[in-house]
């Protein structure tokens, strides 16, 4: 995924059945973005 004109690892992290919590891995700054946390079962993993 692109974040800010920079291509970073996109990850997800479950926290229940439905709820996940969606990151990118920012390696070149030592950060993680969070793009999505939510109950819900986004879409893109369908």
């Known amino acids: 995924?692109?974040?800010k004109g920079v291509a970073?690892?996109?990850w997800?992290?479950?926290i229940t059945g439905?709820?996940?919590?969606?990151y990118?891995?920012?390696d070149e700054h030592?950060?993680?973005?969070?793009?999505?946390?939510g109950i819900g079962h986004p879409?893109?993993?369908d």
């Open 43 to 45: 879409r893109a993993t």
């Open 8 to 10: 970073l690892e996109q």
């Open 1 to 3: 995924m692109r974040f």
């Open 24 to 26: 990118l891995i920012d």
């Open 30 to 37: 030592r950060t993680c973005w969070i793009t999505y946390a």
């Open 18 to 22: 439905s709820g996940r919590i969606w």
């Open 12 to 14: 997800q992290y479950e």
